[in-house]
């Protein structure tokens, strides 16, 4: 997806990843059964691995998002340490805990 992502909006990647070369805003919901990868400022939801694939990720340019998850495992903003947050970050499962790699 080329297009920014608008509030209100969901992305659902079905039995794929998902790909978004543009911003994803507040209020907007992107989902993937595998990876989701965005090359810019990820705001809003992102939920990869839904349909139970623990070894999706998702991957950003700038982490800004209210709330991620991977697999059915979720962290919110209020979470999320000041080492991860406005950087390109990598989230994955690992030993069952969600974990957030700064890239």
Wanted: charged share 20%; hydrophobic share 40%.
């Amino acid at each position: 997806m080329t297009e920014p992502v608008r509030s209100g909006q969901q992305i659902y990647a079905e039995k794929t990843d998902l790909v978004i070369t543009a911003p994803v805003s507040p209020g907007a919901e992107v989902v993937a059964d595998g990876n989701i990868h965005v090359y810019g400022a990820l705001r809003g939801r992102a939920l990869a691995g839904v349909s139970g694939d623990t070894n999706a990720r998702i991957f950003c340019h700038s982490l800004e998002a209210e709330v991620v998850s991977v697999a059915g495992l979720y962290r919110v903003s209020e979470d999320f340490g000041n080492d991860v947050l406005k950087k390109p970050v990598q989230i994955f499962l690992r030993d069952g805990y969600l974990h957030m790699e700064p890239q």
